[in-house]
């Protein structure tokens, strides 16, 4: 495959790898039981200390009754007795979306060849974004009552913010093809260069994105994509991983530690194993350079301009039609 194949493959519009077509997990009643049942009983003693007996009691039955969404909830919201949100707020955010994948997974309706509508991948993309939005001005502004700088949402020179965004997309596309040609790379060396540039080739293709984007050649339809791709993920997942994820693990550990283990997690929450070293690179682009403006616009900037490259050549590449 050539060079032009190995560089389209990046980045295919992470948002449907939310909400993948398999993720039909078999649950034992009796085990989710227990398991609600147990999340209740540690909620209550924690809100116990934190608030009154009635509020503690609600928390628990809704754990019980709800227990995928509730506990990350609660997370998000318990007093804290800090200046700021942490890990155990991050948790929150993070669990309430493991926690209600296997459940949209069951409740998502079929397209033909077992992929959601469109239309519903684009309203589920929204709602998962809009929530890391509120997310993190509800922890910002509302909880901690702190300023939305605090978040990184500050634009100052708006020039010097494009170009910064500019020059970190440069290296984010540079940094895709290196990903890319290292997986192929690594791969190769124990089942050799064309066994696997046909196995992350087929990994992909089996992706529920990768399958969808072919179908979609209406002006519409690819303009609603490239809307979704370009502005509502980098603004919902910059707010998230590093605004809320790196924000919170910089105060807890070293500056560049910190910055890597929001990638690796950035990478993780992805779900595209072929694609990790990729989107790795991805995150410590957007990470360094949030740490290094203090704005969270450049990283917006930088990752709809990485999203967007990838979907152009996409459509541009020789895979369409072959």
Do not use: C
């Not at 293709?205 to 399958?211: F, V």
């Amino acid at each position: 495959m050539g060079q032009a194949n190995v560089t389209s493959r990046r980045s295919r519009p992470v948002f449907a790898e939310r909400f993948p077509h398999s993720w039909r997990w078999p649950i034992a009643p009796r085990f989710l039981a227990l398991v609600s049942l147990a999340a209740a009983l540690l909620v209550f003693a924690d809100a116990r200390r934190k608030m009154r007996r009635l509020p503690a009691a609600l928390w628990a039955i809704a754990a019980v009754a709800m227990v995928g969404a509730a506990v990350p909830l609660y997370l998000i919201v318990r007093p804290s007795g800090r200046a700021t949100w942490g890990l155990v707020e991050v948790a929150g955010v993070t669990l309430f979306f493991a926690g209600t994948l296997p459940l949209a997974g069951l409740l998502l309706p079929r397209a033909a060849g077992g992929l959601p509508p469109f239309w519903l991948v684009i309203v589920l993309a929204v709602a998962q974004n809009a929530f890391f939005v509120a997310a993190g001005v509800y922890l910002a502004v509302v909880k901690y009552r702190q300023p939305l700088a605090a978040l990184g949402l500050r634009a100052g020179d708006a020039r010097r913010r494009v170009l910064q965004g500019l020059g970190a997309s440069v290296a984010a596309v540079v940094g895709n093809g290196l990903g890319q040609n290292l997986t192929v790379f690594v791969l190769a060396l124990g089942m050799g260069q064309a066994a696997a540039t046909k196995y992350v080739s087929s990994e992909q293709q089996h992706s529920p994105i990768y399958r969808m984007m072919p179908q979609l050649h209406a002006g519409v339809e690819i303009t609603l994509l490239a809307l979704i791709v370009g502005v509502v993920v980098p603004v919902g997942e910059e707010i998230f991983f590093r605004g809320l994820v790196l924000g919170a693990l910089r105060r807890a550990l070293h500056r560049h530690t910190a910055v890597v283990v929001s990638a690796l997690f950035f990478a993780a929450a992805h779900l595209q194993a072929v694609e990790l070293l990729p989107i790795l690179i991805l995150g410590l682009v957007l990470g360094y350079l949030y740490e290094i403006t203090g704005s969270l616009v450049p990283g917006m900037i930088a990752h709809g301009l990485n999203n967007l490259a990838a979907l152009f050549l996409f459509y541009q590449g020789p895979s369409i039609g072959g």
